[in-house]
């Protein structure tokens, strides 16, 4: 948990110091479908030049669209500083039915679960095409911060408003959520004060 708490907070550092080398430019990415006046353009602009988030291509980040159960765990490795480790792990074979070995997202599945931070469906399946629910985004982003064994679902939702990672958002727990409101709760979870 001290690795993880120091190592979140490295993050943060560097993060600082991109920011400092963009002074006088608004942010390094611009993505067509994210106005810079919206409520996310900042958490997603800021997520970009972490490359925690690199949007879906074509110069977009994906407004509107929903996150899948692959995506988050790529998303949660990024934000934990864990990706390079996830690369290793793409010739492991998933402990999944469902998720080939050829599957893009394979490395970070398998290491999105072996750190604890993602969990399968039930019946040795993942659901990798799945869409995230925004109970199950709060999860895995408070599974990644150490706040495990949060009774499910009411747990999870009290720990995520009482962090205020879910401040001043509307939303029900078996919503699917959209990639602004998750660039959102992860840039709020990379600010959050450590304990």
Not at 28 to 35: I, L, T
Not at 126 to 133: D, I, L, Q, R, S
Not at 147 to 173: C, I, R, S
Request: some cysteine.
């Amino acid at each position: 948990m001290k690795f993880l708490k120091k190592f979140l907070l490295s993050i943060i550092i560097v993060s600082m110091l991109i920011n400092i080398c963009f002074i006088g430019t608004l942010y390094a990415a611009s993505f067509s479908d994210v106005k810079q006046d919206a409520p996310y353009a900042e958490a997603v602009n800021y997520l970009s030049d972490l490359n925690i988030t690199q949007g879906i291509g074509g110069g977009l980040f994906g407004v509107g669209k929903p996150v899948t159960r692959a995506m988050m765990t790529v998303f949660i490795n990024r934000l934990t500083g864990y990706s390079s480790s996830a690369e290793k792990l793409k010739t492991t074979p998933s402990t999944f039915k469902d998720v080939p070995k050829n599957y893009w997202a394979l490395g970070d599945i398998n290491l999105a679960t072996q750190l604890g931070f993602a969990h399968g469906v039930g019946n040795n399946l993942f659901n990798p095409e799945g869409n995230v629910t925004y109970i199950q985004a709060l999860g895995f982003i408070l599974n990644a911060l150490n706040y495990k064994d949060l009774k499910w679902p009411d747990g999870v939702m009290q720990k995520a408003d009482e962090l205020g990672l879910t401040k001043d958002m509307p939303y029900k727990a078996d919503d699917v959520i959209r990639r602004e409101n998750l660039a959102v709760i992860m840039y709020r979870a990379l600010f959050l004060e450590l304990q």
